[in-house]
């Protein structure tokens, strides 16, 4: 494992640590629709995605990140890692601010979107190169999308995860991975689709039935 996800890994379990403790911390820098779209406090947009609502939270997507990292920095090396991590995370959240535009009151916390990207961008480029407590990595990443998914379209008064973030962070990721390695990343389109098709599904729920925003 590379030091810069050492390091992201360390960041993220401190200040989450510091928002469970802190309802301060907790409350200036988790993602909000109000206070970025009204008072422009883009910062959101990245603290929130330090924060996390447990630490069954925490340990969770830190697991994701800890399993799928390795096949993106041979791929990409670091500076390609970083740019997938925080750009899949900066637009998963911009996709949220666009669902959630006409619901104020809307927050949520969590590396889901960041995470997201560098699954997609992982099982692009090695699909069977990993395997998550056995199962294989386009197998866990479905299942991974498939609960946000459900968590998203059946939400719970005590959820504060950033669901929606997944769907942006994906695609950042998918569409980087493209890019970069065409050839390769077509060449394993079928466990990419299937890997989609939860995220398709909420596409459709959004755009189509307007079931969200």
């Given at each position: ?6 390091i ?24 909000n ?5 009204s ?54 959240n ?120």
């Open positions: 494992m590379s030091p810069i996800v050492i992201i890994i360390a960041i993220t379990c401190i200040v989450s640590y510091l928002g469970l403790n802190d309802t301060r911390i907790f409350e200036k820098y988790k993602f629709v109000a206070a970025i779209s008072r422009k406090e883009y910062f959101r947009l990245i603290s929130s995605a330090f924060l996390h609502a447990d630490f069954m939270h925490l340990f969770f997507n830190m697991l994701s990140l800890y399993f799928f990292q390795g096949v993106v920095s041979y791929f990409f090396g670091n500076i390609g890692f970083l740019i997938i991590y925080f750009g899949s995370m900066v637009l998963g911009v996709f949220s601010l666009m669902i959630y535009k006409n619901q104020p009151w809307y927050s949520a916390i969590g590396a889901s979107g960041a995470v997201s990207g560098i699954i997609f961008a992982s099982i692009a480029m090695a699909p069977n190169e990993i395997s998550v407590n056995f199962l294989p990595g386009w197998l866990f990443g479905t299942l991974y999308f498939g609960y946000s998914v459900y968590m998203m379209l059946n939400p719970k008064q005590w959820d504060n995860l950033g669901h929606s973030a997944h769907l942006g962070g994906a695609f950042f990721g998918l569409v980087y991975s493209i890019a970069l390695h065409p050839d390769l990343a077509m060449s394993n389109i079928l466990y990419l689709g299937v890997m989609s098709l939860p995220l398709i599904y909420l596409a459709y729920e959004i755009f189509v039935r307007k079931r969200i925003g």
